[in-house]
């Protein structure tokens, strides 16, 4: 059974009372990014400093109050060497400066614990690093299970207890997924509302900076904070909501367990008088055709890669590689086709929706498989990509859609964790984020 940690908006509430303080809880998050629980989960911590600063009383009446925050090593941070989870750039030069995303987190009175692990280069939703070391689930008590990725060690951080807040990055599904799998909250905002500078980029299409929180109330203070916007909240109750469930792709091949707990929180909104309606939406099924190819995320990091490649192809995650390399093969007119093909898309499934306020959707089909299954090895090359893709196939649907998501806990205590994702268009993050506080509530009960 998983532990549940205070969350931020808890524990801010509690230092400002003075019953603890932010050095007493960044001593406990140090010492929790030090336990076998944690193993793997950071690339690097910066205890000395997160101690010192976590010190300044000023920090207290501050939007993160002086909090444990990780970085997914991902963005650059001054000073440090961003190597994207990869031993290729370990000998770039380090950061002149902060990435946005970090500058933002800071201003706002986050404290940086440490660079988190991840799937090399940010192109893979199970979460393995063949370079150092896979991070296993904080959920899973009975073998090491994979924890998800790309953020894989973002995802750890949080739910062991040794960071608040895991600023991490959502291409394809790296936020919601690992968020799904280790029983925390991930948010992915519409891409365009932060920015993405000072980031190594996967694709510049779909690619979104975004954070892991334990809470719902968490995630709209660190996208208030990563956005620079307000959100506007809502009292509306959810029975005044009209949401949709996807019986198209969405609810295929789901393992016993997703089943379960994907039916019982539908059974649970809808006793809360929730309004859902069961659709089609056979557009979902062109996305496998239309990626056929690599899709943007293999023409846009093969441009990015292709040097590397050239002169270090021998030091990559070979599957990482591999699907790198697809972009090589993609011409320009294929390009240009995707990106007609995808605006058509686009335009039929928002005719789908336009009635809808937000769509339900197990966040991915099947609850998180032993490492043991898809470490690194060729011998076990087949099952990672069978179940990459499927970890995949939900959450990328909404980056396809230039959408907004969030994936929930759905699951009991003693089950392993299921998430449940709540997904529109892009720019409805505020509607989203409001119904999503009540459906964490109702499915709290």
Same mark, same amino acid.
């Given at each position: 059974?998983?532990?549940?940690?205070?969350?931020?908006?808890?524990?801010?509430?509690?230092?400002?009372?003075?019953?603890?303080?932010?050095?007493?809880?960044?001593?406990?998050?140090?010492?929790?990014?030090?336990?076998?629980?944690?193993?793997?989960?950071?690339?690097?911590?910066?205890?000395?400093?997160?101690?010192?600063?976590?010190?300044?009383?000023?920090?207290?009446?501050?939007?993160?109050?002086?909090?444990?925050?990780?970085?997914?090593?991902?963005?650059?941070?001054?000073?440090?060497?961003? =190597?994207? $989870? @990869? #031993?290729?750039?370990?000998? +770039?030069?380090?950061?002149?400066?902060?990435?946005?995303?970090? *500058? %933002? /987190?800071?201003?706002?009175?986050?404290?940086?614990?440490?660079?988190?692990?991840?799937?090399?280069?940010?192109?893979?939703?199970?979460?393995?690093?063949?370079?150092?070391?896979?991070?296993?689930?904080?959920?899973?008590?009975?073998?090491?299970?994979?924890?998800?990725?790309?953020?894989?060690?973002?995802?750890?951080?949080?739910?062991?207890?040794?960071?608040?807040?895991?600023?991490?990055?959502? =291409?394809? $599904? @790296? #936020?919601?997924?690992?968020? +799904?799998?280790?029983?925390?909250?991930?948010?992915?905002?519409? *891409? %365009? /509302?932060?920015?993405?500078?000072?980031?190594?980029?996967?694709?510049?299409?779909?690619?979104?900076?975004?954070?892991?929180?334990?809470?719902?109330?968490?995630?709209?203070?660190?996208?208030?904070?990563?956005?620079?916007?307000?959100?506007?909240?809502?009292?509306?109750?959810?029975?005044?909501?009209?949401?949709?469930?996807?019986?198209?792709?969405?609810?295929?091949?789901?393992?016993?367990?997703?089943?379960?707990?994907?039916?019982?929180?539908?059974?649970?909104?809808?006793?809360?008088?929730?309004?859902?309606?069961?659709?089609? /939406?056979?557009?979902?099924?062109?996305?496998?055709?239309?990626?056929?190819?690599?899709?943007?995320?293999?023409?846009?990091?093969?441009?990015?890669?292709?040097?590397?490649?050239?002169?270090?192809?021998?030091?990559?995650?070979?599957?990482?590689?591999?699907?790198?390399?697809?972009?090589?093969?993609?011409?320009?007119?294929?390009?240009?086709?995707?990106?007609?093909?995808?605006?058509?898309?686009?335009?039929?499934?928002?005719?789908?929706?336009?009635?809808?306020?937000?769509?339900?959707?197990?966040?991915?089909?099947?609850?998180?498989?032993?490492?043991?299954?898809?470490?690194?090895?060729?011998?076990?090359?087949?099952?990672?990509?069978?179940?990459?893709?499927?970890?995949?196939?939900?959450?990328?649907?909404?980056?396809?859609?230039?959408?907004?998501?969030?994936?929930?806990?759905?699951?009991?205590?003693?089950?392993?964790?299921?998430?449940?994702?709540?997904?529109?268009?892009?720019?409805?993050?505020?509607?989203?984020?409001?119904?999503?506080?009540?459906?964490?509530?109702?499915?709290?009960?």
């Amino acid at each position: 059974m998983q532990i549940q940690l205070p969350d931020l908006s808890t524990t801010r509430r509690a230092i400002r009372a003075g019953l603890t303080s932010a050095h007493e809880e960044m001593d406990r998050a140090i010492g929790a990014s030090a336990s076998d629980s944690c193993r793997n989960a950071f690339l690097k911590t910066f205890e000395e400093s997160a101690r010192t600063q976590s010190r300044d009383s000023s920090l207290a009446n501050s939007c993160l109050a002086g909090l444990a925050v990780s970085v997914k090593d991902l963005f650059d941070v001054q000073g440090q060497v961003t =190597t994207a $989870g @990869s #031993i290729v750039l370990s000998d +770039a030069a380090p950061a002149r400066q902060d990435c946005p995303a970090v *500058a %933002r /987190l800071k201003s706002a009175g986050g404290v940086l614990i440490g660079r988190t692990n991840m799937s090399e280069f940010a192109f893979s939703g199970v979460g393995t690093n063949p370079h150092y070391g896979t991070p296993a689930n904080a959920a899973a008590t009975d073998v090491p299970r994979i924890p998800g990725g790309s953020s894989s060690g973002a995802a750890v951080s949080v739910a062991t207890g040794s960071a608040f807040i895991g600023l991490g990055s959502d =291409t394809g $599904g @790296s #936020i919601r997924i690992p968020a +799904a799998l280790n029983g925390i909250v991930g948010f992915k905002s519409t *891409a %365009r /509302l932060v920015p993405t500078g000072g980031a190594i980029p996967l694709s510049t299409t779909l690619d979104t900076v975004c954070a892991l929180t334990r809470s719902v109330s968490d995630a709209i203070i660190a996208h208030q904070v990563l956005a620079a916007r307000r959100v506007n909240r809502s009292n509306a109750p959810m029975s005044t909501y009209r949401l949709a469930v996807a019986r198209s792709l969405m609810q295929d091949g789901l393992d016993s367990t997703v089943a379960a707990a994907f039916q019982r929180s539908l059974d649970r909104l809808r006793a809360a008088g929730v309004v859902i309606e069961d659709i089609d /939406l056979p557009e979902l099924n062109e996305l496998a055709t239309l990626q056929a190819t690599g899709g943007f995320s293999a023409a846009e990091s093969y441009a990015w890669h292709r040097t590397l490649l050239k002169n270090h192809a021998d030091q990559y995650d070979p599957r990482v590689a591999l699907r790198i390399q697809r972009g090589a093969s993609m011409a320009a007119s294929d390009y240009i086709e995707l990106t007609h093909a995808r605006a058509d898309w686009f335009t039929r499934v928002n005719v789908q929706l336009q009635r809808f306020d937000a769509v339900l959707s197990p966040t991915v089909p099947i609850v998180a498989p032993p490492i043991a299954q898809v470490a690194p090895g060729a011998e076990r090359d087949e099952a990672f990509f069978k179940v990459n893709g499927q970890l995949l196939r939900n959450t990328n649907v909404v980056n396809m859609f230039d959408g907004c998501a969030i994936s929930i806990p759905c699951h009991n205590p003693d089950e392993s964790p299921v998430g449940l994702m709540i997904w529109h268009g892009a720019l409805r993050d505020d509607a989203i984020l409001n119904m999503a506080l009540q459906a964490e509530r109702m499915l709290q009960k």
